[in-house]
């Protein structure tokens, strides 16, 4: 596995391995071990989570409340999104920044997004679906949400069309 730091401390941008021929492929999507060793400390996962969404879903920019803050590794096995992390940790040089990558099924990036960020993704494909593993279980009365188009965050979101978003996330507020 490839690991790229990015320029958020602790987000990192995963690559897998891949063994492909005419037949088709094979990588290890996860490994216990090695993402410990990538991340430099031990992660536990407690849900896995698995969305479908149309072109132009804009989902996010979701986070939880301590004590039940979630660590997410994200990955999409159908379509292409435009993923993205927002540190939100107050006391960090890299507050307000934000970091986004393409995920897609032909790319098999993963994005590991540590406790105390928000994340979301843009649909950029007709359809995606979009799996995530998290180290806390969803607490709804700890959700939070930050708008997506919050300028001092200045998400460069590759837009196509309107964002088409829930009720919930249109409501959000800004950081």
């Not at 990558?101 to 994340?119: M, R």
């Amino acid at each position: 596995m490839n690991v790229i730091q990015t320029r958020i401390a602790g987000v990192l941008i995963l690559e897998p391995k891949v063994f492909g021929d005419e037949r088709g492929f094979f990588f290890e999507s996860f490994n216990q071990q090695c993402f410990d060793e990538a991340v430099g400390y031990e992660v536990t996962f407690v849900q896995d989570n698995h969305s479908k969404s149309a072109k132009n879903v804009l989902r996010g920019l979701h986070y939880q409340l301590p004590p039940k803050e979630q660590g997410k590794l994200v990955r999409v096995v159908q379509g292409e999104v435009f993923d993205v992390a927002v540190d939100i940790r107050k006391d960090s040089p890299t507050y307000g920044h934000w970091v986004g990558v393409k995920l897609s099924a032909e790319n098999k990036k993963q994005l590991w997004i540590p406790p105390g960020l928000a994340h979301g993704f843009l649909t950029l494909s007709e359809t995606a679906e979009f799996l995530y593993k998290t180290t806390d279980y969803y607490a709804p009365e700890l959700e939070r949400c930050i708008r997506w188009d919050d300028p001092k965050i200045g998400i460069a979101w590759p837009l196509i069309a309107e964002a088409c978003q829930s009720e919930k996330d249109k409501a959000a507020e800004f950081l």
